[in-house]
């Protein structure tokens, strides 16, 4: 039950963090500028994240989720087709790749399940939210490049901004390698 509830939470994080990005760099077609509409298209999306991801299938997970990704920037946004197509790929890649970082890291083997991997939901739990929040670091470096983006940081506000969640990665990798000292 604790894994189904992660895996959602998780799923609905992941589509907003892709809808967050897109909107830096995209603006909202005009039938999407009511939030209700815009909500529901983003419910539908979060809801077929989710039934992708419970079926525990990776082959599954990293053909349809990108396709979600490029779903909800051709829906939700303006744009050209070459657009459209690099902001898609800059966001899978990002997505994979913290998720690819965190398995490196962790040591985990890419052919278990992941509800296999857990046997504690504190360790389930922690490891979705480092995952999900280097998603997030990563994105908010490339949103900086934005022209459209209303989250510029000075550089001096960014590296202080994000001290914190960097320290907190890396306090998480440096605690295996403690306790075995």
Partial sequence: ???QLCIAVSCLFEIYLVRDFYSAFHKY????????IRFS???????VNIGINFQNNSSLNLVVVPGLYLLLIVILFRGSIKSYLLHWIVA????????FIFLVLQMIPMNVPTD????????MMSSIFAVKL??????????????????????????????V????????WAIPYV???
């Fill in 1 to 3: 039950m604790i894994y």
């Fill in 29 to 36: 077609r005009s039938v999407f500028l009511n939030p209700y």
């Fill in 41 to 47: 298209v983003f419910v539908l999306l979060v809801c």
């Fill in 92 to 99: 899978t890649l990002i997505m994979f790749a913290s998720e």
């Fill in 116 to 123: 296999q991997l857990f046997n504690n939901p504190f360790v």
């Fill in 134 to 163: 280097l998603s997030f670091i990563l994105m908010l470096f490339v949103k900086q490049i934005s022209r459209y983006s209303q989250e510029h940081f000075s550089t001096n506000i960014f590296a202080n901004y994000i001290i």
């Fill in 165 to 172: 969640p960097v320290a907190t990665l890396g306090a998480m």
């Fill in 179 to 181: 306790r075995g000292i």
